[in-house]
């Protein structure tokens, strides 16, 4: 079956520093992924996905993550926070194309410090 | 163009009542899929329904229900509601092609009391 471990729940980080959000799954098949951010009192945005060919993926507000098969990882990195960058980060895992049935993680809470 | 609308956005009720909630997708969009979100459990899984029909269910009781109608539009109910019934229910929507991603709606936050 499928999961997804996000070993982090908390990662205060101050602003204009680096973050990395970790992120692991387990799969027995080739699998869909994808990372989303919460806002307090919203649903959920993509930040970026991962479904094939360059493992290196590009996502809005200047977030990257890189696909790694061999260590079942996609973490999430972004070289520069900012404050508006507070917020919960989801790492999801979908087993395939045309479901959109999503295994997510428990949740990173960013708490971007002044 | 219009996104995901969930309604209604709160809701309180009470155990053993009933509840519906409704979704209306993306225009264009043909699939909906339901999930429940509370701080002990995280973002699980409910339902997904594609061209009115059932694709896929996630692991909870018979009293979660839901349904999709010709238009698109979804409605989620939930039966003889229990306190641990109390999360946030989003709903997203997509195309159903691969490469495409998953909308999601800002919830309906539901409480029972």
Not at chain 1, 2 to 16: A, G, H, K, M, R
Not at chain 1, 21 to 48: D, H, I, K, M, T
Not at chain 1, 100 to 112: A, D, P, S
Not at chain 2, 58 to 65: A, D, L, Q, T, V
Request: charged residues 15%; hydrophobic residues 30%.
């Amino acid at each position: 079956a499928q999961s997804v471990t996000q070993l982090d729940s908390q990662v205060p980080v101050f602003e204009e520093a680096p973050v990395e959000l970790r992120c692991n799954y387990s799969s027995s098949v080739s699998v869909y992924l994808f990372w989303y951010v919460q806002y307090p009192n919203q649903g959920l945005q993509l930040l970026l996905k991962y479904l094939s060919g360059s493992t290196l993926v590009k996502g809005i507000n200047g977030f990257e993550a890189e696909f790694n098969k061999s260590q079942t990882s996609f973490h999430l990195r972004k070289p520069s926070v900012h404050i508006s960058d507070t917020a919960e980060y989801f790492c999801a895992v979908s087993e395939g194309s045309g479901t959109y049935k999503y295994i997510f993680g428990t949740g990173t809470r960013l708490k971007v410090l002044a | 163009k219009a996104g995901v609308t969930q309604t209604p956005r709160y809701l309180i009720k009470t155990r053993g009542q009933q509840v519906t909630l409704s979704c209306s997708p993306i225009s264009g969009h043909r699939s909906v899929s339901w999930y429940q979100q509370t701080p002990g459990q995280g973002l699980q899984f409910l339902f997904e329904y594609f061209s009115e029909t059932q694709r896929n269910k996630g692991n909870f009781p018979g009293r979660f229900s839901g349904r999709q109608f010709s238009n698109s539009r979804s409605e989620m109910n939930v039966s003889t509601l229990e306190l641990g019934d109390s999360a946030l229910y989003l709903c997203a929507s997509s195309l159903r092609q691969s490469n495409t991603e998953a909308f999601f709606g800002q919830g309906t936050r539901l409480t029972v009391v």
